[in-house]
């Protein structure tokens, strides 16, 4: 019982498919994957401390002059 192939799901724990068949992995679906990330993102962001970096978009920012 070694099957390197199938490797659990980081996210959800569940078996994920390999990256040939898994366009996702080693997520078993796009959206553990969009999960893991937003969470790996905001510790890394929380981590950065609140004012170390300018913050990296301000999607808010732009004013439409009419
Ligand atoms: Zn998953």
């Known amino acids: ?28 679906s796009g959206r553990c994957r969009d999960i893991d990330l937003g969470k790996w993102f905001g510790e890394k962001y929380v981590i950065s401390g609140p004012a170390l970096d300018s913050p990296p978009m301000d999607p808010g920012s732009r004013e439409d002059d009419d």
Do not use: L, Y
């Open 1 to 28: 019982m070694s099957a390197t192939t199938d490797r659990p799901c980081p996210q959800c724990g569940r078996q994920a498919a390999p990256r040939r068949e898994n366009r996702d992995a080693p997520f078993c």
